[in-house]
Every structure is written in structure tokens, then in C-alpha cells.
């Protein structure tokens, strides 16, 4: 393979003959060709090319490489185009930070809120009640108006919407299936090898046998709603089960699964009438105090 040739030298023949048979005339009416050469990249550069030819030869140099490099002449539309979509990229980029930027700030916000009216819970309330009934209620947050322009929050990030099942581990499937049938009164949705499945209504509670489980919950736990709270505790003390220390209602399982028991009525979740109705349940209904932080949310 033939070297480069360097600034000033002749071009190779076969380079001439291409140039040649492009533009139809030499490159220099004297016979001698040099060598346009504006770096490893190829770009045209007038400061470049002035340095090796005279003045007067300039234009011409110019106009022939523009004719090797972009017969069809499309390069500048197509570096404008380019430089459009790089910019239309740019401003997305830029977008997409500032929303991030906010979410941020955001959840922050909540965070700090939560933390400052900790201390306001009601001191009869029951701990596993405060999700926002014995707390000020945190300033609505109207999640599809977060951003200008009224671009939908609910485009960036989905929404959660509730919980439809929850599953214990057991050791023993028809023993934990007795110890739960000796406190509340349910029916079984259906049963697979190792697993049953508690009806509630729209939703579940799975039991599934595993004859290794993990140590027992200490603070991990979940909220199971009742109709009648303190019928569920006089159960409890009849079995014997487990029942930890607190101003509310939480037991431990014989499997270790802990659990904390809330009333219907005294918090904010909420079944449509049709669902208590199926579940004979008519009649269950909300203190004033669920309605009223239920009405501050929009949600009643």
C-alpha cells in the first residue's frame, strides 16, 4: 500500500484520474495538483487549504472538493436536519431532567411532612390506624397538574392502585387453615397443591405452605380489616394465640406472621357497596371521622 502523500506532493495518478473524470478538467491548468488535505477527519477548512495554495487557486480547490465530497449536493440540507434533531433532542433531555428534578423535590416534600406530624398522632388512636386519620392530612397532591404545560403525571410513572392479594408463609397448610378458621369467619376462593386461598370479597389472602421458613416477623407485618375488632381480640385470647404489646391489635401467628388488626370503619379503605353487599355487609359503615378524611382526599 503506497504511503499518504504529504502536504504539497503530487496527487497519486488513480487520485487524478477520479478527480479528473469528475470534474472533466486538471485540477491546476499547469499540470500540478497538490493535495487538499484538512486533517485525519477529511473536513474542509479554508485556513487549511489557504495554507497550501495560492489565493487566486482558492476557489476553485474549494469548488472541486465540494463536488468529490457531495456530487448531489445534499450535504448542507442534510447538516441542517442534523443539527435540528440533535437540538430537538437536546431540549427533550433537558425536559426529562427538570420533571425528574421535581419528582425529587417532591417526594422530599412528603417525606419531611410525614416526619414533622408524626408527633401529632392521636395518643388514644390505634398506631396501626394513623395510615392518615390521626395525622393533619398531607396537602393534596394533584398528580396530573405536577408539571407545566399539564403534561399527565400519569404518563411519566403508573399509579398505584391497590392491593389485591397477600400471601403467609406456613409450615403447615391445614393447620394454619384451622388456626384462621378459629378466629374469623371466611370462605375458601379455591385451593392448589400448597396453597389456599382466602376470600375477601375483591380480594385475597393466600396461605402457602413452606417447610422452611424464615424467622418470625418483628416489625414486618400487614393490616387485615375486620368488621369488629374487639370480637376479633376476645377470639384471640380464646385460642391463645400470640398477642403482642401495643395500643392497638396485633398477634403473631403460629408461623410467625404478624398481623395488625384495623376495623372497617375507622379507616379510610373502602369497598364498594356492591362488594358488601355480596359479602352480606350491607350494613357496615364509617365513623365520621374516616368520612372526614376520606371528603379532605376527594374520596367521598
Known sequence: MQDRPRHGEPLHHAAREIADGLVGTPLHPDGRDHLLDAGATGAMERGVVAEILPPAQLPVEEGLVTQVADPSGHLPALAGEVGAEDARAAAVRAQKAREHAQQRRLAGSVRAQHRERGAAR??????????ALAVTALETVELDRRFHG????????????????????????????????????????????????????????????????GPPDRERHFGLVVD????????????????????????????????????YGQIQFSKTESVLRGMGLEGLEKSERALAELRDKGLS
Not at 151 to 166: S, T, W
Open 122 to 131: 392521636d395518643a388514644d388512636g390505634d398506631a396501626g390506624e394513623c395510615e
Open 150 to 213: 399539564g403534561e399527565a403525571y400519569a404518563a411519566l410513572v403508573p399509579r398505584l392502585v391497590g392491593i389485591n392479594h397477600l400471601v403467609l408463609e406456613v409450615t403447615d397448610l391445614e393447620a394454619a387453615l384451622d388456626f384462621y378458621a378459629s378466629v374469623f369467619d371466611f370462605e375458601l376462593r379455591g385451593r392448589v397443591r400448597g396453597m389456599a386461598f382466602i376470600d375477601m370479597g375483591d380480594q385475597f389472602l393466600v396461605l402457602a405452605e413452606d417447610r422452611n421458613p
Open 228 to 263: 369488629d375488632r374487639d370480637a376479633v381480640r376476645r377470639r384471640l385470647e380464646e385460642v391463645g394465640a400470640e398477642l403482642l404489646p401495643g395500643r392497638g391489635l396485633d398477634f403473631r401467628d403460629p408461623w410467625g406472621n404478624r398481623v395488625q388488626v384495623v376495623e
